[in-house]
């Protein structure tokens, strides 16, 4: 036996399976030409964040557009940073959002798909398979180096600004023999296994990305950890094999791995694997007194996505916004393409911001409130009342005792051409509806400042005469209009506003006094829908009440 492969027998003499298995295992995956295979692949240490759901919408519009895979693989070899539940959490946030996995991680335990495990902490044998071959090329090789030693040389090449890592005169234990190896292994020390990188120092290596474009950096000189002494893989090592195992095409991550890129083509290369195409994204950012920073997890609330849930934007709306965020293009589209389906839109990796697309909550929540106009009645109900379930009781409780109401609070001047923008979110809806439930409203009322209180009482004294139960509405703006005349208001705003020492005032002021008798408020939708949704006995009410209230003043 050579010495490479007596050295691979030493480490890992419990490794029976062979690359060549596990190519037979995983085989090149049967898709249509042109069709990329993304995955999205977190640590479990917490919360999604909102950069988190980008890139995960982006990996998932990527492979949805040209009828290919998109998976979830949970990135957990870094044991320290792990939270409890973490995979739910990612799970859950990805399910909230409607990013649905093709394969992957689809609870703390489970999975589904061909190409797994798909949780990094499974696949130990796996990886030590191909460092076990890597060993037995000489590509690979045992490093006893202490933490105190590693410390020391660290420290030193700081002092002499020399590039930090294991290279050259560092890398101690290059051409250990296997005798020592075994006599150290014997002793018990422990050991990690590094590469044994064939860089050079005046090597460059270029690359296409196909966001960021042509990309040279240097060649990676440094002789990586590929397995920590505790057998499980560093991120570099467990990226090449996932990724070219489980047949990702497209790695689309953040732009904070870029520099890590010469590492990865040279383990590509080395373990003789077709490397994938690479997508770096620039970080979300938002702009501060100014300038721009990069959206903070530690300074803004709406970095969590678990706020957008308790806010309650729908997830059409967040697929709205996330689309503008990834395509500039997306906002002409989507205008001139009102009603089409977001799946139609073409969209481009390639045409990703590459200075980092810019967060405005002020933009989502017109977003949202677009969205949201288009929806219908029915559609509304159904989606404020599963929010309100988790987030308001008492409106949930309102919304259910009483459907048809409520249906009927969200159909008014819904459905038609141009469609009301008062809603952004399902937390707008409490306020948006009070004035429909005494339970919400207390009654108070902003009555316009430009009449007397007489005047208003007597507007609200005659008006309850005239209003009639079933009105239809194209009468009953001409029946305000005739009452108005009647009273001394001009008939129009222009009419008034050429003569005002005519009139009272118009008939807006007058249409604003029953306003203010029937809702409280100054502005709502459409006066004559809301008349009807309350019915005419609650509307005579609120007159006589408004009245009381006036006379009071
Ligand atoms: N686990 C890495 C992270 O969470 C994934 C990077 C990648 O997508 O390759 O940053």
Same mark, same amino acid.
């Given at each position: 036996m050579d010495n490479n492969k007596q050295m691979a027998e030493l480490l890992f003499?419990? &490794?029976?399976?062979t690359p060549e298995d596990y190519e037979t295992l995983y085989p090149a995956r049967n898709l249509a030409e042109g069709a990329v295979v993304t995955r999205f692949a977190? %640590?479990?240490?917490?919360f999604l964040h909102f950069g988190g759901l980008f890139a995960a919408f982006v990996e998932k519009t990527a492979a949805r557009t040209t009828s290919g895979v998109f998976y979830l693989r949970i990135e957990d070899t870094d044991k320290k940073r792990e939270v409890e539940n973490g995979v739910s959490l990612i799970v859950k946030g990805l399910n909230d959002f409607g990013?649905?996995?093709?394969?992957?991680?689809?609870?703390q335990t489970e999975e589904k798909g061909a190409?797994?495990?798909?949780?990094? %902490?499974?696949?130990t044998p796996i990886y030590q398979s191909y460092v076990k071959s890597l060993v037995e090329q000489g590509l690979a090789y045992p490093c006893f180096m202490t933490e105190d030693e590693l410390s020391v040389i660290r420290e030193n090449q700081e002092a002499d600004k020399l590039l930090p890592?294991?290279?050259?005169?560092?890398?101690?234990?290059?051409?250990?023999?296997v005798e020592e190896a075994k006599k150290r292994i014997d002793a018990g020390e422990e050991y990690v296994v590094r590469l044994k990188s064939p860089g050079k120092e005046s090597g460059r290596v270029k690359f296409k990305d196909v966001i960021k474009g042509e990309i040279e950096m240097p060649e990676n000189i440094l002789d990586v950890v590929l397995l920590k002494k505790d057998g499980t893989p560093t991120y570099h090592f467990a990226h090449a094999i996932d990724d070219h195992l489980m047949r990702t095409t497209h790695v689309i991550?953040?732009?904070?791995?870029i520099s890590s890129v010469p590492i990865h083509l040279q383990l590509f290369r080395l373990l003789g694997f077709k490397p994938p195409k690479y997508a770096h994204i620039s970080p979300i950012m938002k702009e501060e007194n100014g300038g721009k920073r990069k959206l903070s997890k530690r300074k803004d609330?709406?970095?969590?996505?678990?706020y957008y849930n308790e806010a309650g934007y729908p997830k059409g709306a967040i697929w709205e916004y996330l689309m503008t965020l990834a395509n500039s293009t997306y906002e002409d589209w989507r205008l001139a393409n009102?009603?089409?389906? &977001?799946?139609?839109f073409k969209f %481009? #990796?390639?045409?990703? %911001?590459k200075a980092g697309a810019l967060f405005d909550i002020v933009k989502l929540a017109d977003v949202s409130k677009n969205y949201i106009s288009t929806l219908n009645a029915e559609e509304v109900y159904e989606l404020v009342t599963e929010w309100a379930r988790e987030n308001n009781e008492k409106l949930y409780k309102l919304l259910v005792d009483d459907e048809e109401y409520a249906k009927s609070i969200f159909a008014i001047?819904?459905?038609?051409?141009k469609p009301r923008k008062? &809603?952004?979110?399902?937390?707008?809806v409490e306020n948006y509806v009070s004035y429909f439930y005494s339970e919400l409203w207390d009654g108070q009322r902003a009555f316009p400042?430009? #009449?007397s209180k007489d005047d208003m009482i007597e507007i609200l004294e005659l008006y309850k005469q005239i209003y009639?139960?079933?009105?239809a509405s194209e009468d009953w703006f001409p029946a305000v209009r005739d009452m108005a005349v009647d009273l001394?208001?001009?008939?129009a705003p222009k009419e008034y506003k050429k003569?005002?020492?005519?009139?009272?005032?118009h008939v807006g002021d007058v249409a604003g006094v029953i306003r203010a008798a029937a809702t409280g408020r100054l502005n709502t939708p459409d006066l004559y829908e809301i008349l009807q949704v309350l019915g005419y006995d609650e509307v005579i009410k609120r007159f006589d009440d408004a009245i009381n209230t006036l006379k009071d003043i």
């Open positions: 003499p419990n &490794i029976t399976k977190p %640590s479990p240490t917490g990013i649905e996995i093709d394969e992957g991680m689809t609870s190409y797994g495990p798909y949780m990094q %902490s499974r696949r890592g294991i290279y050259g005169e560092y890398a101690k234990y290059r051409d250990i023999t991550r953040g732009d904070e791995w609330p709406e970095a969590a996505v678990s009102k009603d089409a389906d &977001i799946n139609d %481009s #990796l390639s045409k990703m %911001s001047e819904r459905g038609n051409a008062d &809603i952004a979110k399902w937390g707008d400042e430009n #009449l009639k139960e079933n009105t001394g208001y001009a008939k003569n005002p020492d005519a009139y009272k005032g």
